[in-house]
């Protein structure tokens, strides 16, 4: 993400973006973990970061663009814990880049106990 400023350009790495989604994830309620469920996803998963994980960000011209796979909490209301995590990091990227075209799209992977 390239933003100008009167002083000059100012370059936000996509995984500083991820960074920001991660810990919004980590601090909703209901959510466990972030990352697709079965054998060759958790394999990628132990070899990959893990802020990198079951994350995608995005740019384009209309927006950045953010696909999180969430593992919930098994026993709470699934559409509501993901409205929430889904609400809390719009809100947060939105609010720390100052930037108001974020689209983010939540897939639930999976429950645990």
């Known amino acids: 993400m390239t933003l100008k400023t009167e002083y000059g350009t100012l370059v936000i790495k996509p995984e500083v973006i ?5 810990k919004a994830v980590s601090e ?3 959510t466990v973990d972030t990352g697709k469920q079965g054998f060759f996803n958790k394999i990628a998963n132990l070899l990959a970061k893990e802020e990198a994980k079951g994350i995608n960000v995005e740019e384009s011209d209309r927006g950045i663009f953010v ?3 969430l593992v919930l909490e098994y026993g709470l209301p699934i559409k509501k ?3 929430n995590a889904q609400e809390n990091i719009h809100h947060r990227v939105t609010s720390m880049l100052n930037f108001q075209d974020v689209v983010v799209n939540v897939h639930i992977a999976g429950l645990k106990s």
């Open 67 to 69: 696909s999180v796979d």
């Open 81 to 83: 814990v993901a409205e």
């Open 28 to 30: 909703s309620y209901g």
């Open 18 to 22: 991820r960074d920001i989604v991660y």
